[in-house]
């Protein structure tokens, strides 16, 4: 009796543990037909502002009215209700009809209109950057050429200077020449004037 027993309890064990493994998949997989992981919706509805409720019911209290195109996390989703989080940290229940899971046009359109003025101003920044550097440029440029017409008159007149200054060596050179020739000149016709005075009064002297 006893040996049956346990072969029908061993028998028994293995069915009831599939059994409940199938019954705990079949709650998981109800499970995550409910849940859904961090999918982000906007609000696409252009008329009015969508209710933030407590709950899935339009008798529940309204917690926050949401603007169009305002980004929210999905927590939950249902067949008509969802359970949303705002990006404030407020949580609660919304109409999933007007629900969109992309951005809407409106704002699409605002963005690239914001884009355009961005790159509108930042195209105006750099042409009058451009006109100032042109400006500066064209000032140095003038600058330049003037510093370079300076340049050219103070060589003229360093070589003006050194023609003169050449010429005005040579002149000084040529009269240093002829003054010390006849300074010479002189020395000589001093000393032969007094040696023939000596010779004359000894010639005196010896009559």
Not at 48 to 60: I, M, N
Not at 102 to 126: I, N
Not at 140 to 155: F, R, Y
Request: glycine letters at 6%; aromatic letters at 8%; a neutral charge.
């Amino acid at each position: 009796m006893l040996s049956c027993e346990r072969i029908r309890n061993a028998t028994r064990t293995p069915v009831y543990q599939i059994l409940g493994l199938l019954v705990w998949i079949g709650v998981v997989v109800c499970l995550s037909e409910t849940v859904v992981q961090a999918q982000m919706r906007y609000v696409g509805s252009e008329e009015f502002k969508l209710l933030l409720r407590t709950g899935p019911g339009v008798e529940r209290k309204i917690i926050d009215m949401i603007s169009i195109g305002q980004q929210m996390e999905m927590l939950e989703d249902g067949e008509e209700w969802v359970r949303v989080r705002l990006q404030d940290g407020k949580e609660g229940w919304v109409l999933k009809r007007y629900l969109s899971s992309e951005k809407p046009s409106k704002l699409v359109l605002q963005g690239l209109q914001q884009t355009h003025e961005r790159l509108s101003a930042t195209a105006d920044e750099l042409s009058q950057e451009n006109e100032t550097l042109k400006a500066a440029n064209a000032e140095i440029k003038a600058s330049l050429e003037e510093k370079t017409q300076a340049l050219e008159e103070l060589t003229r007149s360093y070589n003006t200077l050194k023609q003169d200054s050449d010429a005005s060596s040579f002149q000084m050179r040529k009269y240093l020449v002829f003054f010390f020739s006849g300074a010479g000149i002189l020395f000589i016709g001093l000393l032969l004037g007094l040696v023939m005075k000596r010779q004359r009064r000894k010639s005196m002297y010896m009559i």
